[in-house]
């Protein structure tokens, strides 16, 4: 099975991913990973990316794509694999197409987790870290920072999934409830795949 999990922050994806990419028995693939492996695996790619994240600009895309090219060429993937966190535009999800093709495959489902904006606000804002033994919340999980984050995703994403459904791939789960009733969602409907 060949997936790729969508969702805005604070919808649940990571823990998703986890655990369906588990029940599923394929790698779950997320590009901070990939990223991460690459820049400490000092690959050429990796090489490439960190001069960008130094200087604090985002990673081209035909960097990012061949990065996740390379992944997914991996024996682990042979079998499938559930992405997390790619593609966030049309051009890396036909770049991830072609790259699919290229590999003699394709996805077999988009799972988009849903959540209202107002309780991805409460989740998001709600986040607290230790800090000097103190418990602090993230500047980027400011209520403000938070609706910000939420609208440009908004914008990125709304074509992606407008996309994938012209493609006849998209299925949305509700991702409100607790995490078991959100994987029994997900693994219903990959198995309607």
């Known amino acids: 099975m060949r997936v790729v999990l969508l969702g805005p922050p604070g919808a649940g994806k990571g823990t998703q991913a986890q655990i369906i990419a588990g ?49 997914l060429a991996e024996p682990d993937a042979e079998v499938g694999f559930l992405l997390d966190g790619f593609p966030r535009t049309i051009a890396q999800a036909e770049q991830l197409r072609e790259s699919l093709a290229e590999l003699g495959t394709g996805l077999d489902r988009v799972l988009e987790l849903v959540v209202e904006e107002e309780e991805l606000v409460r989740r998001l804002s709600g986040r607290r870290m230790l800090v000097d033994g103190k418990m602090v919340q993230r500047e980027d999980d400011k209520p403000e920072t938070v609706r910000h984050r939420l609208e440009v995703h908004r914008e990125q994403t709304a074509p992606l999934s407008d996309f994938y459904e012209a493609e006849g791939l998209l299925v949305t789960i509700g991702a409100v409830g607790s995490v078991e009733e959100v994987t029994a969602r997900a693994m219903a409907a990959l198995g309607r795949a």
Do not use: C, H, W
């Open 23 to 71: 029940k599923l028995g394929v790698p779950a693939i997320s590009t901070g990973d990939i990223f991460r492996a690459n820049v400490s695996g000092r690959t050429e790619l990796g090489q490439q990316a960190k001069t960008y994240m130094d200087a604090g600009d985002l990673v081209p895309d035909e960097i990012t794509v061949a990065m996740v090219r390379d992944r």
